[in-house]
């Protein structure tokens, strides 16, 4: 089973800030990877398909890139509506696994 | 309009068991793999099954094979999730998922049901 480390667990922040956040793969997941974003009480959405992707309706302050075994998601100028929790999630393999989450919280 | 809407949570006890249902409607259901994700309270997204279209082949999470068994019936556009021998560590809000048939991601999600064990 593929284990997806994400760091930090809390990045605290505040709106106008640059975001980083990292997902470490404990093999090679080559682009297959994923990330989500979840606020309070509602269910994940996608953001960033195949490493760098944007889905459809993601703003382009949303950037995803790496390859292999790590990746960075990057939210280049925080807007409030931005404060959630995010995971990284890989599809080379089964079991399918998700990182354990990072969350933004306002600084 | 894409729309899944999962149903069947509620209280069970320990090695109890309980079926979900996730209603899918606003796309050719048949066409798309189908996930079942949890969410343990104040917890991550954990992995838990997934099916093919046609049904033919399915996947689960090491801690949950051999306890659950996920399904699907075409023709009434809806996927199960059979769940036997429950303990409390499967407690948590279980989303149905959409597997998009391009880019093989999750692009359309439920809003969960809550799977409570008890006793």
């Known amino acids: 089973e593929i284990v997806l480390t994400q760091s930090p667990a809390t990045l605290s922040l505040s709106p106008g800030e640059r975001a980083t956040l990292s997902c470490r793969a404990s093999q090679s997941v080559s682009s297959y990877l994923a990330w989500y974003q979840q606020k309070p009480g509602q269910a994940p959405r996608l953001l960033i398909y195949?490493?760098?992707n944007r889905a459809t309706g993601i703003p382009a302050r949303f950037s995803g890139s790496g390859s292999g075994t790590d990746f960075t998601l990057t939210i280049s100028s925080l807007d409030p509506e931005d404060f959630a929790v995010y995971y990284c999630?890989?599809?080379?393999?089964?079991?399918?696994?998700f990182g354990q989450g990072t969350k933004v919280e306002i600084k | 309009e894409v729309q899944l809407v999962e149903s069947g949570g509620g209280l069970v006890q320990p090695g109890g068991s309980l079926r979900l249902s996730c209603a899918a409607s606003?796309?050719?259901?048949?066409?798309?793999?189908m996930y079942w994700v949890r969410q343990a309270p104040g917890k991550g997204l954990q992995y838990v099954s997934d099916?093919?279209?046609?049904?033919?082949?399915?996947f689960y999470a090491n801690s949950v094979k051999g306890r659950f068994i996920v399904s699907r019936d075409n023709s009434k556009n809806t996927l199960y999730l059979q769940m036997g021998s429950l303990r409390p560590e499967d407690m948590a809000v279980y989303y149905c998922?959409?597997?998009?048939?391009?880019?093989?991601?999750?692009?359309?999600w439920g809003q969960g049901t809550l799977v409570s064990v008890s006793s």
């Open positions: 998922a959409r597997e998009d048939g391009y880019n093989y991601y999750l692009d359309y």
């Open positions: 606003g796309f050719t259901f048949s066409n798309y793999a």
């Open positions: 195949d490493a760098s």
């Open positions: 099916i093919s279209g046609n049904g033919h082949s399915t």
């Open positions: 999630h890989q599809r080379i393999n089964w079991p399918r696994t």
